[in-house]
């Protein structure tokens, strides 16, 4: 280990830091009618960060202070694509929170500090600093879900959020500590080291392992873990909605990366959490899809659509080989664009007053605005998985890294499951086809909205049609990391 | 050869780049723009694949025209297009009936003009990459993207029951490809990593698996056909759909189906299509029976001839699977045929519900008396599709029966009763509706064929009369390709049992 720790793989985060203090106090000094200022601020420090990312990526994994923290291709390409869906996130959000007062400098700062915490837990080698990122992330987060203080919904959802998302925390540092039990070290590169070597207590790990995948579970909403995921969709702002159902999907995925692949991918080890993960993938699957047919909130149901991804995309995680875990990170890179696109088209529909919620809102949506029902379209097909959309090859990668390791039967499931769930989602393209409007309120979204939710949408034909490009990012970026 | 141009790319991309092209003409208030548009771009689209027609060989066993690009590198997927005689015949069908259903389309559409025409365009273009298609992987993209415009077609102008029809429609086929999917993914392992259908044909796998692959082929294509008993679909998509969407439906989209069981159910796994033979020639003759009977009872024209359809469509799977060259021959002559018969019916249904508003039967009577050529031209779609000999529906239904007479007297015998159960619901709906005396005052109105439903009914009867007075050069194209897709078959792939 070097003593003089290099700063430089952390000079994004670094930056990050520094910005969103520097808005935090800003912001004090900056009057309602300029608030403008602050945004335009946040978005720049976002830019900034995705370009330093950028410029200080490089193909061989570096570590730094002290091995706590570590930058390679995986956490660039994670955290690049973290910075650009923020600033999707907030560029769709703006109208939406300055219709409800919510256009102030907390949104922005507490943005800005979670995007932090995922950037540090994607960066993560050491536990600790996995735990920090995560916890910075979550507690950003739940003030965030009740930054309306007056409604009671989302007051309910972050009192929630926050007792289950505690929980959850308890129970992966539980975990943390019976690996660091086990191994007797807390740096993931370590922990792989003994794993490899059989040098661990075998009954402690495995103990420590249950809680772990449990505490994971909890993060990316996988059944039985997944309770917390429909309240908060639907009790959150739309614009908090969007940013929890899209860039923590990359650090979730980080984690699961660092503690399941790297640290405990030994293949003992993998042989043991393949199992607790498939039981997980398969109810995620089944509820998800099932559960989301019944609802009436198109939030509420893509929350249940958000399980049956994430199930989905355990798939490629159990794989337990680099392809699989490739095909899992282009399923979560895709999902987060489909997510983007869906909650983009629910708050542009949101009006001062009126939340875009109900499923018969988008009733007739194609004759009041062809243009946005077909990128609604595009989205929808995509998150069905119909080709030529984005969203087939994604879950064509995972099944095809389960039918590889021989586990058939498992994409015959995911399959089936797959086309219950293409039934809700066509359910959408029939309200916006089909049905009549039941308002003909024009819709006026500024042109940053809509030329981003038209390169959002478009870019599930686009990548479906060439998806070679974003397929090689994510193989190569999981292949030189793990 | 000499053929600088990506003819069958174009025959692919250009329908679906003028359905782009339509589409941004915007809403109805240019909707002339858009028919103008949408019609040129048709016709180019059927121009194009007039010299795949004119420079193939009909000789050469190899596919024609073939291009091949990388196109998915990490997952060792291409762009390989090529095509045998099979898949011209039906790349012709295709784009000329889409060129049809534009002009059948002209005036009846009246909203969203732009998205319609939109549809069938793309439609087109994606049911052309199916046919030219050699990598599974990009068949399968093909085959599945084209639910998408049926279903928007379906599900917007269709008829009042049309959210439910294109419903089923789209999860009834898409259940049946998503095992296809796990199918193709789990040969792509056992091929080391391709999608390529000739490795695919390389491939030699024992004979359970064949059986399990062969099952996954057959739900998807079984549902597409439709075989008897996942045809339930088909009736309500029928009834529902605009006439254009019927139009297509019956005469293409069916055929993904069974070109999909040439394509890939018999050369891959030929083992188990050989031993499971008699279940589908069981399944394909009560589609013929039991559904002709069905059909005999129906009120509704546009039921009828969706029945009329499934139990035609019986004979192409039988032929298929009777594995010699009359019965396969036989089954594309018929697919080409159905494509023209079934086609020019559901425009003639349409022509009458366009002024009547209505399908039922027992609401026409006496039409002739009031539109003399439509009822020629319906007579005559209506003997072909009961087989009478001089038209297209003759010459696929006997074929057949001669192949079935090679491998067992009574498959013959039964199918070939069902040629009068075929007469009988033809020729009885015929009658109600066209003879008889004028009762209803509607049909009193009745206006007969204008210059552009004759063309879009004329250009398919030619083609009945031509093809049921001149199969030969129609059998020309396909010789080859049949007997190298026999030989495939006939060539098992199971390792000698030891001795």
């Known amino acids: 280990m070097e003593y003089i720790t290099p700063l430089w793989p952390a000079y994004p985060e670094l930056f990050l830091l520094v910005m969103a203090g520097l808005i935090l106090i800003l912001d004090l000094f900056i009057s309602d009618d300029h608030r403008v200022f602050t945004y335009a601020l946040t978005q720049f420090t976002l830019l900034g960060c995705a370009a330093l990312t950028f410029l200080t990526s490089n193909a061989e994994p570096i570590y730094t202070f002290n091995g706590m923290f570590v930058d390679d291709l995986m956490a660039d390409v994670l955290k690049l694509l973290t910075c650009v869906v923020v600033i999707a996130v907030l560029a769709y959000s703006r109208a939406y929170v300055s219709a409800r007062g919510m256009f102030r400098g907390e949104f922005f700062t507490l943005t800005l500090f979670a995007t932090l915490g995922m950037m540090v837990m994607i960066s993560a080698n050491h536990l600790l600093t996995l735990y920090m990122g995560l916890e910075l992330l979550s507690l950003c987060l739940y003030a965030m879900v009740a930054l309306q203080r007056d409604s009671l919904q989302s007051t309910e959802a972050a009192m929630k959020y926050f007792v289950l998302g505690a929980l959850a925390s308890g129970m992966l540092l539980y975990g943390m500590s019976m690996i660091y039990g086990a191994t007797g070290s807390l740096e993931i590169t370590e922990i792989a080291q003994r794993a490899a070597d059989g040098d661990y207590l075998s009954a402690v790990m495995v103990f420590g392992l249950v809680f772990v995948v449990a505490g994971l579970g909890f993060k990316l909403g996988a059944v039985p873990f997944h309770m917390w995921v429909p309240d908060i969709y639907q009790g959150a702002p739309t614009a908090v909605t969007l940013l929890i159902g899209s860039a923590p999907k990359f650090a979730a995925f980080a984690i699961v990366m660092r503690l399941l692949a790297q640290a405990l991918g030994d293949d003992i080890l993998v042989d043991q959490w393949r199992q607790m993960l498939l039981i997980m993938a398969v109810l995620s699957m089944a509820i998800g899809n099932l559960t989301a047919i019944m609802q009436t909130n198109l939030k509420r149901m893509l929350a249940y659509s958000a399980i049956s991804h994430m199930g989905f995309m355990l798939l490629g995680v159990l794989s337990g080989t680099t392809e699989g875990y490739g095909s899992s990170m282009f399923y979560v890179v895709v999902y987060v664009l489909m997510s983007l696109g869906a909650f983009g088209v629910i708050l542009l529909l949101s009006r001062d007053g009126f939340e875009a919620e109900n499923l018969d809102d988008y009733k007739g949506l194609n004759q009041r605005n062809p243009w946005y029902a077909f990128l609604m379209l595009l989205v929808m097909f995509s998150m069905a998985g119909v080709p030529p959309m984005v969203g087939f090859y994604a879950k064509l990668l995972v099944l095809q890294s389960v039918v590889e390791i021989g586990l058939w039967w498992l994409a015959v499931i995911a399959v089936i499951f797959s086309l219950v769930g293409a039934f809700y989602y066509l359910r959408i393209v029939k309200l916006m086809y089909f049905d009549e409007p039941q308002t003909q309120v024009v819709l006026k979204p500024t042109f940053e909205v809509r030329a981003l939710l038209s390169v959002n949408g478009l870019a599930m034909l686009i990548l479906g049609i060439a998806p070679q490009p974003l397929m090689v990012f994510c193989i190569e970026a999981v292949r030189a990391s793990i | 050869m000499m053929h600088e141009l990506p003819l069958l790319s174009l025959a692919i991309w250009l329908p679906i780049i003028a359905g782009i092209a339509v589409l941004l003409t915007g809403g109805d208030r240019d909707a002339r723009v858009a028919r103008v548009i949408a019609l040129i771009g048709a016709v180019m689209g059927f121009v194009v694949t007039l010299p795949l027609y004119a420079g193939f060989d009909i000789h050469q066993r190899d596919f024609q025209f073939v291009e091949i690009k990388t196109w998915i590198e990490t997952f060792g997927v291409y762009y390989h297009l090529g095509i045998d005689g099979i898949s011209l015949l039906l790349i012709l069908l295709n784009s000329l009936t889409t060129v049809i259903v534009v002009i059948a389309g002209w005036t009846v559409i009246q909203t969203r003009v732009a998205q319609y025409m939109a549809a069938f365009l793309v439609l087109s273009g994606l049911m052309n990459g199916v046919f030219a298609a050699q990598d599974a992987l990009l068949f399968y993209v093909f085959f599945e993207a084209t639910l998408i415009p049926m279903f928007i077609i379906i599900g917007v102008w269709g008829g009042p029951n049309r959210v439910y029809a294109a419903l089923k429609f789209f999860l009834y086929t898409l259940m049946g490809s998503l095992l296809t999917l796990v199918a193709l993914i789990y040969l792509y392992n056992a091929a080391g990593g391709s999608f390529a259908m000739r490795d695919l044909y390389q491939l030699a796998l024992p004979f359970d698996l064949q059986v399990l692959v062969f099952m996954a082929f057959f739900v998807a294509f079984a549902v597409k056909v439709p075989m008897w008993p996942v045809h339930t679909w088909l009736p309500d998509a029928h009834v529902e759909a605009p006439t254009g969407g019927s139009v297509v439906l019956a005469a293409i989209m069916l055929k993904l189906g069974a070109y999909g069981f040439l394509r890939l159910s018999l050369p891959i796994v030929p083992d188990a299509s050989i031993y499971l033979a008699p279940m589908m020639i069981g399944l394909s003759l009560i589609a013929v029976i039991y559904i002709g009977l069905v059909a005999l009872v129906q009120s509704d024209m546009k039921k009828l001839i969706a029945y009329s359809s499934i139990s035609h469509m019986g004979f192409v799977t039988m032929g298929i699977f009777l594995f010699n060259t009359q019965g396969v021959e036989g089954a594309i002559i018929q697919m080409i045929s159905h494509g023209f018969v079934s086609g020019g019916l559901f425009l003639c249904v349409g022509v009458l519900y366009d002024q009547m ?143």
């Open chain 2, 357 to 499: 508003h209505s399908r039922q039967i027992s609401d026409y009577g006496g039409v002739a008396k009031r539109m003399p050529v439509f009822a020629a031209l319906f007579m005559l779609f209506a003997m072909a599709n009961s087989g009478l000999p001089g038209t297209s529906g003759f010459v696929g239904e006997f074929l057949v029966i001669m192949g079935a007479t090679q491998v067992n007297f009574w498959f013959a015998f039964s199918a070939a009763i069902t040629l009068i159960f075929g007469a009988a619901y033809t020729l009885w709906m015929y009658k109600r509706v066209v003879f008889g005396d004028v009762v209803n005052p509607q049909v009193d109105a009745l206006v007969d064929v204008n210059a552009r439903e004759f063309l879009a009914l004329g250009l398919f009867a030619i083609l009945v009369l031509v093809m049921g007075l001149w199969p030969q050069p129609f059998a020309n194209l396909i010789h080859t390709s049949v007997s190298e897709l026999l030989a495939h078959v006939s060539y098992s792939k199971l390792p000698l049992p030891a001795q």
